[in-house]
């Protein structure tokens, strides 16, 4: 089997050099987004980055077989050319290859064929049913924790304004940031707007107090700082013995991979088993991230996209996290 690298502007363009130079059944293995070759990629150009293999001899009416490249060997699989074109595209748009393969083998051959954005969404949603954490009901204690500057305390106030409309039931809010100025005033304000009961908690035990008294679910907005801090890490103490908490780490939509995985381990104490997505309006794109929280089978349970309370919010259904992906509007409140 001949292998061979091409790099054109475009995976079109790549797709038909590749046509042109092995033949028509031309089979390609990978497609990415690199820097381009010599001079253009040191001032930051990027091009596409195509490996194709001349087709091998294949017995009449069997579909050419292909090698995904990040699959074992012996994990070989059946794509025809259509799909891996629509594949190709799929990943130079940013999805990892085992999302893209998902998604077209959710597809029949004439929506691979006809690669309508309609199609796309409707395999991608169904795809994303599986990292969906929008739980229609509440945890006793529903904690939030991530880096600073990310939203937390704000992202908490959107929820409970949506909760309160749409059930009319309060929940109680509790500021266990001591370390940031104005955090706790902050989260009080938003408090009295909603008529939500509030408590303030600086220390373990003022936190277990707060919680010990809350009638309804509590809200707890925490620090961003490292779970490895003494203080933080005495308010985990306070959550280990509690049943019915569910954490939610908030992570920005433009967190880098490398960044995103070493977040993930840093905040491992707090065991989250939900995250939060914000600021998508400040991306460029949300793939990079959501790729590590796929690999890391990570339910996301809330998109926010700016700082209006309650409406920048969306619950993270299949429909929005399709709409997310794809970089299309989402339907707030």
């Given at each position: 089997m001949h292998v061979k690298r091409l790099y054109r502007p475009t995976v079109r363009e790549a797709l038909a050099a590749a046509r042109q130079e092995l033949g028509a059944g031309a089979l390609v293995l990978s497609t990415e987004l690199v820097p381009a070759p010599g001079w253009r990629g040191w001032i930051g150009q990027r091009t596409v980055r195509l490996t194709a293999?001349?087709?091998?001899?294949?017995?009449?009416?069997?579909?050419?077989?292909?090698?995904?490249?990040?699959?074992?060997?012996?994990?070989?699989?059946?794509?025809?050319?259509?799909?891996?074109?629509?594949?190709?595209?799929?990943?130079?748009?940013?999805?990892?290859?085992?999302?893209?393969?998902?998604?077209?083998?959710?597809?029949?051959?004439?929506?691979?064929?006809?690669?309508?954005?309609?199609?796309?969404?409707?395999?991608?949603?169904?795809?994303?049913?599986?990292?969906?954490?929008?739980?229609?009901?509440?945890?006793?204690?529903?904690?939030?924790?991530?880096?600073?500057?990310?939203?937390?305390?704000?992202?908490?106030?959107?929820?409970?304004?949506?909760?309160?409309?749409?059930?009319?039931?309060?929940?109680?809010?509790?500021?266990?940031?001591?370390?940031?100025?104005?955090?706790?005033?902050?989260?009080?304000?938003?408090?009295n707007v909603l008529g939500a009961p509030f408590r303030a908690a600086r220390s373990a035990s003022e936190l277990g107090a707060a919680l010990d008294a809350a009638r309804h679910p509590a809200f707890v907005d925490t620090a961003g700082r490292s779970p490895s801090d003494p203080e933080l890490a005495d308010l985990i103490g306070v959550f280990e013995p509690r049943k019915n908490v569910r954490t939610h780490l908030v992570l920005a939509a433009n967190t880098t991979p490398t960044l995103a995985n070493r977040l993930l381990d840093k905040f491992m104490p707090f065991k989250p088993s939900r995250v939060v997505i914000t600021k998508l309006d400040e991306a460029e794109s949300v793939l990079p991230l959501f790729n590590v929280l796929r690999e890391r089978a990570l339910l996301i349970s809330f998109l926010a996209m700016g700082q209006r309370v309650p409406e920048d919010l969306e619950r993270a259904t299949p429909a929005s996290l399709a709409a997310a992906l794809l970089q299309e509007p989402i339907a707030c409140h």
């Open positions: 293999a001349a087709n091998r001899p294949e017995t009449p009416d069997i579909a050419p077989e292909v090698v995904s490249v990040d699959r074992p060997v012996t994990e070989r699989r059946h794509i025809n050319p259509v799909q891996e074109g629509l594949m190709a595209r799929l990943c130079a748009s940013g999805l990892s290859r085992a999302l893209a393969e998902a998604v077209v083998a959710r597809m029949t051959p004439a929506e691979c064929r006809g690669g309508s954005e309609v199609a796309v969404r409707k395999a991608l949603a169904a795809e994303l049913e599986a990292s969906r954490g929008d739980d229609e009901n509440f945890a006793r204690y529903e904690v939030f924790v991530g880096p600073p500057g990310v939203g937390k305390t704000t992202t908490i106030a959107k929820i409970a304004a949506q909760e309160r409309a749409r059930t009319r039931r309060p929940v109680a809010l509790v500021a266990a940031d001591g370390f940031r100025p104005g955090a706790v005033d902050q989260l009080r304000c938003y408090a």
